[in-house]
């Protein structure tokens, strides 16, 4: 494999799902895996596993819900200012710094 891709979705960034599934759900990124091109976002894309019970880690066993990944091109960043899906520019500040900032909008996506 090559290098990592570059991403523009950060971990607890809010996301809209675009396609698939869970069109139109709203979620906070939970994982982002560069590498793969995937993202974990909090109650899309549940699949359910049979975990065995482990007593030494207090886990109880059974058929559990998770997040499973999705493609990240699957996602889109919620504009701070509308509410709406919008895409991602990175904008550089009079310091030097950059910045991710809402294409529709530009307001600003950095906490």
Do not use: C
């Amino acid at each position: 494999m090559a290098g990592t891709k570059r991403s523009k979705i950060k971990k607890n960034d809010q996301v809209v799902i675009v396609t698939g599934r869970d069109k139109g759900k709203r979620g906070r990124v939970l994982e982002v895996a560069p590498l793969t091109g995937k993202i974990k976002v909090e109650g899309v894309g549940m699949i359910k596993r049979h975990q065995r019970a482990n007593p030494q880690s207090n886990r109880g066993g059974g058929i559990i819900e998770k997040e499973a990944f999705i493609n990240i091109s699957n996602v889109q960043l919620v504009d701070p200012q509308s509410g709406k899906p919008t895409r991602v520019r990175y904008q550089i500040e009079g310091d030097g710094s950059k910045i991710r900032v809402a294409a529709g909008s530009g307001q600003s996506l950095e906490k």
